[in-house]
């Protein structure tokens, strides 16, 4: 109390979301026996004049590569691009036409009720795609924190703890790519390892 804020802005930020414009993924016709699919995701927000939008959006698939991947117009007038933890600036976004709606549009091209997304607190990104969408592994939920919820593990400390590797150290903000692949392999990790218990 009493001490000056870390940041200071000309505007306030809120992390509101507006309940327009939700979309769900929609059940496989009985007919499709195909794979419904497995993918990881990961999202950047930004906070517009309406609470936090959507930045960026990036799927992987359980070979690590890159399936969909794109910046995102907010719909809002920008407030701060949050670029020192979401990596992105005005000029990643500037000029870029993908609305939020065109996203979901393409996500639900490939995506059915049915298909698996691991991330990690997917609430919040399915939050940013307004998305509904119930077959989720979520690696907060898998990794516990030692203390139960509330509290949760960071994405980088699991990643260091079970994948002996270090992300996120860019000085300049989160990769969405990094980030998704990073939640995939620990999801596979995690299939290894409880295989071997159970021989």
Request: hydrophobic share 35%; glycine share 6%.
């Amino acid at each position: 109390m009493g001490t000056p804020g870390c940041q200071v802005y000309k505007l306030h930020v809120h992390d509101s979301v507006s309940l327009d414009g939700f979309v769900s993924t929609v059940p496989r016709h009985p007919s499709n026996t195909s794979c419904p699919g497995l993918y990881a995701l990961d999202c950047e927000m930004c906070y517009t004049i309406h609470g936090l939008e959507l930045s960026r959006v990036t799927l992987v698939n359980s070979r690590l590569q890159v399936i969909y991947d794109t910046f995102v117009r907010p719909d809002n007038e920008v407030i701060d691009y949050n670029t020192r933890f979401s990596g992105i600036s005005e000029e990643d976004v500037k000029g870029n036409h993908t609305s939020l709606r065109e996203v979901q549009d393409k996500l639900l091209s490939f995506i059915n009720a049915d298909t698996i997304l691991i991330g990690h607190g997917l609430e919040t990104d399915l939050c940013a795609l307004k998305l509904l969408h119930g077959t989720v592994v979520d690696t907060s939920v898998v990794f516990p924190h030692h203390l139960g919820p509330p509290y949760k593990l960071t994405l980088t400390s699991i990643t260091a703890e079970h994948l002996r590797r270090i992300i996120q150290e860019s000085v300049c903000g989160h990769d969405t790519a990094e980030d998704a692949s990073a939640c995939m392999e620990l999801m596979l990790w995690k299939l290894k390892e409880d295989g071997k218990l159970k021989k």
